[in-house]
């Protein structure tokens, strides 16, 4: 294999780029950051993303105004609950496997048949501020046809089990569920598409040369992100620091439990199986519903463009392939190595395929459908400790809140949960240098396939979010 000379000006940052390292904040349980980020993706972020926050802040007191007039939560029906469970980003967390905590609590309920459960144990680790609280829990539901129904809700604080007919208990332990839905929607699953990539991110920059095919490829792809994750992780401003001061700051407790919730996405949890560690995919997860189908719809189409894509590669590019691969694996769990990606070329297209998904539609459909969600019916905050069984209660939901948790969780929604695209993933652009000519008509077939899908999921009422508003990498 014949390796051409590269020296550093043929390196986007002249081999002295960005690069991951253990994450300093959190070093341990964590995916790896990138915090030295170069000047240039500052400015840029700056000035195409962390400008919209500034001027999003200026809402700030009509988010409050919004909770005094409307104070607490809103009523959920049982049908509503569960269709937030199973037909929205929370379905993720809907599975058919049972480990021994689950079986110790509904025990021989989960031997009959169609049984699903949807797990939220993580918020275990949430510590609360005073007045405010949280609870794990699970929820069992059984499938008819593609039909869900919920069964049971075990709050894990006050390990009690709550059924449909229990009345203002059944009422709050729904809340909780779905406080747990958005506490690990938020900071235990959604993180995972973000952060393990950002290594794959910096080295893609760093560590392969500009006219490398895979780096032509990825490169549109790569936009915001970093500084973007820096800024989450590491800022003194960040939400996770969840300080009081924080208009935007809508999580139940201090910066400690919080953090660790990202923790229990990355090193899952030993003994629930709904929790496995991260791992890099090749493709999709299985997702129950139409949320499910929404993301199998797509992941096909990316694999189509990156196979017709990565074709030729000179002996160069194998050899930076596979120093990429080298370098990525040592930081990404799973990524596959240098030599057996070279070696095998449908691990090669599933692992540039998965990422091109990951961080477009992926990453984008969590928030457009976490940030439509009505906040009033999926609280972070309640201020009403959990259920006990045999405790009757009284439920006031315009108690449930203070006006101040609403303010802050708008603003947050208005800054970070929903979809806000800077660069669309159908307009991206690819500079494939002197291979331009042959691959630029698979460039217009991949957007013709795009919008193929999006039609075809509009028909079948699972378009989770419109193609035109699918971002071409993590800005948000
Ligand atoms: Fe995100």
């Given at each position: 294999m014949?390796?051409?000379?590269q020296?550093?000006?043929?390196f986007?940052?002249s081999?002295?780029?960005?690069?991951?390292?253990?994450c300093?904040?959190h070093?341990?349980?964590?995916s790896?950051?990138?915090?030295?980020v170069?000047?240039?993706?500052a400015l840029d972020?700056?000035?195409?993303?962390?400008?919209?926050?500034?001027?999003?802040l200026?809402?700030t007191?009509?988010?409050?105004l919004r909770?005094?007039?409307?104070?607490?939560?809103a009523?959920?029906?049982?049908d509503e609950f569960?269709?937030?469970?199973?037909?929205s980003?929370?379905?993720?967390?809907v599975?058919?496997?049972?480990?021994?905590k689950?079986?110790?609590?509904?025990g021989?309920k989960?031997?009959k048949?169609?049984?699903?459960?949807?797990?939220f144990?993580?918020?275990?680790?949430v510590?609360t501020?005073k007045?405010?609280?949280?609870?794990?829990?699970k929820?069992?539901l059984?499938k008819?046809?593609?039909?869900?129904?919920?069964?049971?809700?075990?709050?894990?604080?006050?390990k009690?089990i709550?059924?449909?007919?229990?009345?203002?208990?059944?009422?709050?332990?729904k809340y909780?569920?779905?406080?747990?839905?958005?506490?690990?929607?938020?900071l235990v699953?959604?993180p995972l598409l973000?952060?393990?990539?950002?290594?794959?991110?910096?080295?893609?920059?760093?560590?392969?040369?500009?006219?490398h095919?895979?780096?032509?490829l990825?490169?549109p792809?790569?936009?915001?992100?970093?500084y973007?994750?820096?800024?989450?992780?590491t800022?003194?401003?960040?939400?996770l620091?969840?300080?009081?001061?924080?208009?935007?700051?809508?999580?139940p407790?201090?910066?400690?439990?919080?953090?660790?919730?990202?923790?229990?996405?990355?090193e899952?949890?030993?003994?629930?199986?709904s929790y496995p560690p991260?791992?890099?995919?090749?493709?999709?997860?299985?997702?129950?519903?139409?949320y499910?189908e929404?993301?199998?719809?797509?992941?096909?189409?990316?694999?189509?463009?990156?196979?017709?894509?990565l074709?030729?590669?000179?002996g160069?590019?194998?050899?930076?392939?596979?120093?990429?691969a080298?370098?990525a694996?040592?930081?990404?769990?799973g990524?596959?190595?240098?030599?057996?990606?070279i070696?095998?070329?449908?691990l090669l297209?599933?692992?540039v395929?998965y990422f091109?998904?990951?961080?477009?539609v992926?990453?984008t459909v969590?928030h457009y459908n976490?940030?439509k969600?009505?906040?009033?019916?999926?609280p972070?905050r309640?201020?009403h400790?959990?259920?006990?069984?045999?405790?009757?209660i009284?439920?006031?939901r315009s108690k449930?809140?203070?006006?101040w948790?609403?303010g802050?969780y708008e603003?947050?929604?208005?800054?970070f949960?929903?979809?806000?695209?800077?660069?669309?993933?159908?307009e991206?652009?690819y500079?494939?240098?002197?291979?331009?000519?042959?691959?630029?008509?698979?460039?217009t077939?991949?957007?013709?396939?795009?919008?193929?899908t999006d039609e075809?999921?509009?028909?079948?009422?699972?378009?989770?979010?419109?193609?035109?508003?699918?971002a071409?990498?993590?800005?948000?």
């Amino acid at each position: 294999m014949s390796v051409d000379h590269q020296s550093p000006s043929d390196f986007l940052y002249s081999r002295q780029g960005p690069w991951p390292q253990p994450c300093p904040e959190h070093p341990f349980g964590e995916s790896a950051g990138v915090i030295h980020v170069p000047v240039s993706e500052a400015l840029d972020w700056w000035l195409r993303v962390g400008s919209r926050y500034v001027t999003t802040l200026l809402y700030t007191p009509v988010a409050y105004l919004r909770g005094i007039l409307k104070p607490g939560l809103a009523e959920v029906s049982n049908d509503e609950f569960v269709s937030m469970l199973t037909n929205s980003m929370l379905s993720k967390f809907v599975k058919n496997v049972f480990d021994n905590k689950d079986r110790e609590i509904f025990g021989s309920k989960l031997d009959k048949e169609n049984i699903w459960i949807c797990d939220f144990e993580p918020v275990r680790v949430v510590k609360t501020f005073k007045g405010i609280y949280a609870s794990a829990s699970k929820v069992l539901l059984l499938k008819k046809g593609d039909i869900f129904s919920v069964i049971e809700i075990y709050i894990d604080e006050t390990k009690s089990i709550f059924y449909p007919h229990d009345e203002d208990n059944w009422e709050l332990a729904k809340y909780f569920v779905l406080q747990g839905g958005a506490l690990c929607s938020t900071l235990v699953i959604h993180p995972l598409l973000h952060f393990p990539m950002d290594s794959v991110n910096a080295i893609t920059k760093t560590a392969l040369p500009k006219n490398h095919i895979l780096f032509q490829l990825l490169y549109p792809h790569l936009r915001f992100t970093l500084y973007l994750e820096k800024a989450v992780l590491t800022f003194k401003t960040s939400l996770l620091m969840s300080k009081w001061w924080m208009p935007y700051a809508p999580y139940p407790g201090p910066y400690i439990g919080l953090r660790d919730l990202l923790v229990e996405g990355y090193e899952g949890i030993g003994t629930n199986f709904s929790y496995p560690p991260f791992a890099y995919q090749f493709e999709p997860e299985f997702i129950v519903g139409k949320y499910g189908e929404f993301h199998q719809a797509y992941y096909p189409v990316f694999k189509k463009f990156v196979t017709e894509v990565l074709v030729d590669l000179t002996g160069t590019e194998v050899f930076y392939l596979s120093k990429w691969a080298d370098y990525a694996s040592a930081w990404v769990p799973g990524f596959p190595k240098g030599p057996e990606l070279i070696r095998d070329r449908e691990l090669l297209i599933s692992t540039v395929a998965y990422f091109l998904f990951d961080v477009s539609v992926g990453h984008t459909v969590d928030h457009y459908n976490f940030g439509k969600m009505d906040i009033r019916k999926i609280p972070m905050r309640i201020r009403h400790a959990p259920p006990k069984a045999g405790h009757k209660i009284k439920l006031d939901r315009s108690k449930l809140t203070k006006f101040w948790d609403f303010g802050k969780y708008e603003m947050a929604r208005r800054l970070f949960f929903q979809e806000t695209t800077k660069t669309r993933l159908i307009e991206t652009e690819y500079d494939f240098g002197k291979r331009n000519h042959i691959l630029q008509k698979f460039v217009t077939e991949f957007k013709n396939n795009l919008r193929k899908t999006d039609e075809k999921l509009k028909k079948d009422n699972a378009q989770f979010t419109p193609v035109d508003d699918i971002a071409a990498s993590i800005q948000f």
